[in-house]
């Protein structure tokens, strides 16, 4: 991987950030409908995560470039944002809304969520709420 993960401070105040991934962090992005059961899959293994509802998404950080080599395209409808992305970040202190906000709150020791139980999740919560996803045959 060779990436290395940068010291991160989120923002403080009352007011969001657009930040950028790749530094600190990359995001997962997706949709609630199947981040709802990632969650539950996850339990107290996620790391911390942000919630847009405007955009009904949730964003999971994980450590820069540790998703390089997932097959996305059989995650229909997740995203993986790196160095050219920016997120809106709110601020530690808000986690409910309106507007973006942690669903799940940051912690001292940890903000970042394990890649390989992150895509295990999400294998499975996609593949309950899109049905088993097959390879192309051309």
């Known amino acids: 991987m060779g990436t290395e993960v940068l010291p991160w401070t989120p923002p403080s105040g009352r007011s969001a950030q657009l930040q950028p991934a790749g ?3 990359d995001v997962v992005r997706v949709p609630r409908f199947i981040g ?3 969650l539950e899959t ?3 293994a996620t790391g911390a995560v942000i919630e847009n509802p405007f955009d ?3 964003y999971w950080l994980i450590a820069p470039e540790a998703a390089a080599a997932w097959d996305t395209g ?3 409808s997740i995203e993986v944002w790196g160095a050219t992305a920016c997120i809106e970040v709110p601020p530690v202190a808000r986690t ?3 507007g973006v906000h942690w669903r799940v709150p940051l912690r001292h020791d940890r903000h970042l969520t394990d890649p390989a139980a992150l895509l295990a999740a999400l294998k499975i919560a996609t593949s309950a709420a899109l049905g088993p996803r097959e390879e192309a045959v051309r």
């Open 96 to 98: 409910t809304g309106p």
């Open 42 to 44: 996850l339990g107290g």
């Open 23 to 25: 530094r600190s962090w």
């Open 36 to 38: 709802e059961p990632v």
């Open 74 to 76: 059989r995650l229909p």
């Open 56 to 58: 009904g998404v949730l």
